[in-house]
């Protein structure tokens, strides 16, 4: 037995088969439907059930998911099997669809940005089309069937360049153990382009780009493309991180901000170091003292996810639609989110079951 699921408002209908997520089923179907990780853990898929009721699969909880979200009736459908017909809608802006593909890649470049923060450069083989949008990610493909996503950082290279920032999780088995063994000319597998944290090609609204940590391997990107044909919006960067040597490519932010007037850069530290001239404090913090009034404007946030809860939960007090903020939660290997808090009993058992406009009794 299975269940109809409809896309408004497209004329599209495919089934899903009893126990099998909306993703899979949609996949299955050859049936185009955003996606990333598959996992539960990027948002990809996040789409609206505007009819109908689901449950989640396998006791997931989606902490990806904010209040708001829930609210609204968003669901991580890849986790998720409709226990009736549904009718989805997706918020996410409609783009150029990149098939995913899994490559082999050589690592060109390994510079060391940070004392714990690694630039990493690969090369596709010559003649291999790979594109993506600013702000989406790849899978690395490890031994054992693990994997690691990482935020491309540099734009489309048709020399077949992919740019990495990978900040070293102590005792981390890719990033602390596997990385420090890797020399120039190895290969490694990959697999993209992922995730749905993209630029609302058709807004003309004032932009506003918080980063934290590594999570300015994304911004950076999306900053790069936008800049050079809009010179009539304004532009804000705010990076926080603990220490000064977390503001990696401060140098090239500056640059940035002096080649563009219509892009005001803030770095922050959360904690001040010895010398430090600079802003102080959470960089949610810093954003709302400089603008008591965030009604007009569109906000990407990347980074921890504690960052990104902070900020989502302190904006619309300041006037802010949450259905303009959009955001790309870093987590640590085995999914664990970085500084996530854990939800209570009450909270897991509630967001395992939904229906229209939020949970079920």
Not at 88 to 112: C, G, L, N, T
Not at 171 to 195: A, M, N, W
Not at 252 to 265: C, G, I, K, S, V
Request: proline share 6%.
């Amino acid at each position: 037995m299975g269940y109809r699921v409809a896309i408004d408002p497209e004329d599209i209908a495919f089934e899903v088969l009893e126990g099998e997520s909306i993703v899979d089923a949609a996949l299955r179907g050859e049936v185009e439907f955003p996606h990333g990780c598959r996992n539960g853990q990027c948002g990809g898929c996040k789409a609206e059930v505007a009819e109908g009721e689901w449950r989640y699969l396998n006791d997931y909880i989606p902490d990806i998911l904010s209040r708001w979200e829930i609210d609204q009736g968003m669901v991580v459908t890849c986790k998720a099997t409709p226990v009736e017909d549904l009718l989805v809608k997706f918020q996410q802006r409609r783009m150029k669809h990149y098939e995913k593909s899994v490559q082999s890649a050589v690592v060109e470049v390994i510079e060391r940005l940070a004392e714990d923060v690694i630039r990493l450069v690969l090369r596709l083989p010559d003649g291999v089309e790979f594109g993506y949008h600013p702000g989406q990610y790849v899978d690395f493909l490890l031994e054992n069937g693990q994997r690691r996503a990482f935020s491309l950082a540099n734009r489309y290279s048709p020399a077949g360049r992919l740019e990495f920032h990978i900040r070293r999780v102590p005792g981390g088995y890719f990033t602390d153990r596997q990385l420090s063994s890797i020399k120039l000319g190895d290969v490694l597998h990959l697999e993209g382009p992922l995730g749905a944290f993209l630029l609302d090609g058709q807004s003309r609204r004032p932009v506003i780009f918080v980063a934290g940590g590594t999570g300015f391997a994304p911004i950076k990107v999306m900053l790069e493309s936008v800049l050079e044909n809009a010179a009539d919006r304004q532009f804000h960067l705010y990076w926080g991180a603990r220490a000064s040597a977390g503001l990696y490519q401060d140098t090239w932010a500056h640059e940035l901000a002096a080649q563009y007037p219509q892009l005001n850069y803030v770095p922050v530290l959360s904690s001040s170091d010895s010398g430090w001239q600079g802003r102080t404090g959470p960089v949610h913090q810093a954003v709302v003292e400089d603008h008591p009034d965030l009604s007009g404007f569109d906000i990407y946030m990347a980074g921890p996810p504690a960052m990104i809860d902070a900020g989502r939960e302190v904006f619309p007090a300041f006037g802010h639609p949450e259905d303009q903020c959009f955001s790309d939660a870093f987590v640590v290997p085995g999914g664990e989110p970085v500084g996530k808090k854990g939800l209570s009993l009450g909270a897991r058992l509630g967001r395992l079951f939904g229906r229209k406009n939020g949970l079920s009794p």
